[in-house]
């Protein structure tokens, strides 16, 4: 899920901390709660993760002290902000064998299950990006400051697999464009078990598309759960094409390539054809299955792109994890 951003100050009174101010400001950008209070921690975290920018510069410092007629930005993935769950992340760290694919200006590596893809607002909690900038600065320890990585496509937490990272801002835009008119070509491998009392009869092979549009469903100030809803009523337009891999023992290895890029667009229509991702109880999945592992048994398999410097088309494979086929 991708930030959202609000304009929250253009003027007020002189000599105003940036947390006090944050901790009074943040809550009046969520009308639909009530009683909302923000810990001192909670915004602490919020400014030194980078989300807070103070006449266009990012400021970490909770004591800045604002004056008359300052501008401040603030940045709020709201599910991460308003949800904190404990999270059972692994502790890993990206080594040579980890990258799929480098050169100067970017680099692809496969990313393990239970590993945010970038930093959230929790204290001290590591993520791939954490681990990408210190794979590259272990590489060249001349450097003084930490070397440039940048996101311009996510995975969720319990999502393993292939993943981009730039490491020059000069191919950003080139980069940012593929993903956003969708000629970077994903593939997913997803592992399905038929939902309760449902009749499946897909057959090794079949391919099938799903053209659902979806929004959220849920409030701001709890788990993002995503739900089919119309166009005519705040649904975003969303398409994923599926192919039978492979049928054994009631579980259906199933390859997703989304056409758009919704959040949990490829596990919500999955679940729409009552064929639900292992472990992803939140959409009807059972929660574990004999002989695999406790997880959303999604692997994101494959990436298709013309290199945002060369053109050519790269196809960057993860291999697929033991239980994945």
């Keep these: 899920m991708i930030s959202k951003s609000w304009l929250i100050a253009e003027s007020f009174t002189n000599n105003l901390t940036l947390n006090t101010f944050l901790r009074e400001k943040i809550p009046l950008l969520f009308d639909t709660k009530e009683n909302i209070e923000i810990s001192n921690s909670k915004i602490r975290r919020l400014i030194f993760s980078g989300n807070v920018l103070v006449n266009g510069s990012i400021c970490k410092n909770p004591s800045f002290v604002l004056k008359a007629r300052a501008s401040v930005l603030v940045k709020i993935e709201e599910e991460k902000f308003f949800y904190e769950k404990q999270p059972d992340d692994i502790d890993f760290e ?14 692809v590596v496969n990313k393990p299950a239970f590993l945010p893809t970038e930093a959230t607002i ?17 590489k060249n ?10 996101i311009l496509h996510r995975l969720d937490r ?10 020059s801002r000069a191919v950003n835009a080139a980069v ?9 070509k994903k593939i997913y491998r997803a592992v399905c078990s038929p939902a309760k009392n449902a009749t499946i009869n897909f057959l090794p092979g079949q391919n099938f598309t799903v053209e659902k549009s979806l929004a959220r469903v849920s409030s701001k100030s709890s ?6 809803v119309d166009l005519n009523r705040g649904g975003q337009a969303a398409c994923t094409e599926f192919s039978i891999a492979k049928v054994e023992k009631n579980l259906y290895f199933v390859d997703a390539m989304p056409k758009t890029g919704r959040t949990h667009q490829i596990r919500l229509h ?3 054809l009552n064929l639900p991702i292992v472990g992803d109880s939140l959409y009807g999945g059972k929660e574990t299955f004999a002989g695999l592992p406790k997880r959303i048994m999604l692997h994101a398999w494959k990436l298709i792109f013309p290199h945002p410097v060369t053109k050519e088309i790269l196809s960057i494979e993860s291999p697929l994890p033991k239980n994945f086929f």
Excluded: Q
């Excluded at 990206?94 to 680099?107: A, K, R, Y």
């Excluded at 940012?176 to 970077?184: D, I, L, P, S, V």
């Design 94 to 107: 990206l080594t040579s064998e980890d990258v799929l694919f480098e050169d100067d200006t970017i680099i």
């Design 122 to 138: 929790v204290e001290g909690r590591k993520s791939l990006h954490d681990c990408v900038v210190s794979y590259l600065w272990k």
């Design 141 to 150: 320890p001349k450097l003084k400051n930490p070397p440039y990585v940048g």
């Design 158 to 167: 319990e999502t393993s697999g292939v993943i981009l990272f730039t490491k």
């Design 176 to 184: 940012f464009e593929m993903f956003n008119k969708h000629t970077a």
């Design 223 to 228: 788990r993002c759960r995503m739900g089919l």
């Design 270 to 272: 999955l679940s729409y």
